[in-house]
């Protein structure tokens, strides 16, 4: 099992940046594939980007692809992903989630969960 905390959303111009982190507990981080999805107010949860085990396999949403870079420590546990060139659009509650299974895009495919961070990107 996997406990995962998500740190550093905030509130930032559009164009600007942000770094969110993911840091989890247990000794097998590094045998779990990561994502983070994002859900904004009324809306489904989406996926954003994610990452295998190793680092070897990335995948970005279309709406994040050049802007967005998901990357990983396994010897921090810790996953991060670096938001750049930030618009109002991304404005929404981003989670980070971990499976063990092969990378999907798909919400229900994964077993654990943050508890969420808040990004507002004002116009």
């Known amino acids: 099992q996997v406990q995962l905390v998500e740190s550093g959303g905030g509130l930032v111009q559009a164009g600007g940046s942000l770094r969110l982190s993911c840091a989890a507990s247990?000794?097998?981080?590094?045998?779990?594939?990561m994502g983070w999805f994002r859900q904004a107010p009324g809306k489904e949860r989406e996926f954003v980007a994610a990452?295998?085990?190793?680092?070897?396999?990335?995948w970005y949403s279309d709406s994040v692809k050049g802007r967005f870079t998901i990357s990983r420590d396994n010897g921090k546990n810790t996953v991060y992903l670096r938001m750049n060139s930030l618009k109002p659009e991304d404005t929404a509650v981003y989670y980070c989630?971990?499976?063990?299974?092969?990378?999907?895009?798909?919400?229900?495919?994964?077993?654990?969960w943050g508890q969420g961070t808040q990004v507002t990107v004002s116009s």
């Open positions: 990452i295998s085990w190793s680092g070897g396999t990335i």
């Open positions: 247990g000794r097998t981080f590094s045998s779990y594939d």
């Open positions: 989630a971990a499976r063990t299974a092969h990378l999907s895009v798909s919400y229900s495919l994964y077993d654990y």
